[in-house]
C-alpha cells in the first residue's frame, strides 16, 4: 500500500507549488498538484537540497538499492541525481517499466533486479544508500529481511525504511476488504516501538524518526466510500478532499496545520538509520 508513494508520489519541484498535485498509499496514480506539496512539505523530494527525504541526501558517488521499488519515484529521484541506482521488486513487470524510465536519465549505472529478496542477488557491502518504502508490512520474515538489507550495505550506509502507522491501519481494518490484510498485501501492522526495536535489532542506528500523511490517511478512509478502481478519474469526492487539501496548503497556517495533523495521524512511519563503520 506504499504502491501509494511509489505510484502516487512522483518527485516534486524544489518550491513547493502554490497550489497541490498527487497521491499515494502503496499505489500510483492520483489527483493533482496537491500531493507533490504535500509530499514537499512533509521532507520529500527536495531537489534544491538533494534530499530524497530531509536527512536522506543523494549525490553522484551513492550507490542505491530501492528494494521493492514499485513505478520507481523513488529511483527515478536517485538516478537525476547521477547515482547508481540498483531497483528490485517481485513484479518483473514493474522492474522492466522502471528500467525503460531510467534507461536515458543521468544515473552513473542502472541495475534491475527481479528478486523477492530472500535473498537479494547481491554481494555483500555493495550498496551505501539503502531505502525500503512501505515493504516491511508485506514481508514474512522481517527480521530476516533486515538481515539481507544490512548485509548488501556497506559499513556507514544509509537506510530510509518506511511502514504503514498503526493508526491508520487501524481504522483501515474497519473500512477496507479483508484481502487488504491478507498476502500478499498487509500481513503485519507493526507498532512504533517494535518498528524502532526491529531496525536497532538489525544492528542499525537510529538517526531520525518522522511520521507524515495525513492527507493519504484520509484520502485512503474516503476511497473505500468511492467503489472505484484505483486509476483515475476520481470520484468527485475523493477530487474535493484532494482540492480541499489543496486550498489548506495555500493558505498561510497550512503547513503548520499539516505538521498537526500529519503527527496526530500519519499514513506513515519513517527512519533513518546507519549501519555503523567497522
Known sequence: MLESLKRL?????????????????????????????????SGWFRRDSGELFEGFPINAEDTVLDIGCGDGPFAQ???ER????????????KVAAVEAMLKQSPARAVIPLVTDANPIPLPAARANKIIAMEVLEHVDDPAQFMAELVRVARPGAQFLITVPDPLGESVQKKLAPAAYFEHPNHIRVFQREEFERLILDAGLVIERRADYGFYWSIWWFLFWACKQDLSPPWHPLLESWTHTWNMLLSMPDGPRIKKALDEAMPKSQAIIARKPDL
Open 9 to 41: 508520489i512522483r518527485p516534486t519541484p524544489a518550491e513547493p507549488a502554490p497550489l497541490p498535485a498527487e497521491a499515494t498509499q502503496d499505489t500510483q496514480e492520483i489527483p493533482d498538484n496537491s500531493t507533490l506539496t504535500d509530499a514537499y512539505l
Open 82 to 93: 547521477g547515482a547508481e541506482v540498483i531497483f528490485a521488486d517481485i513484479d518483473a513487470e
Open 77 to 79: 529521484f536517485c538516478a
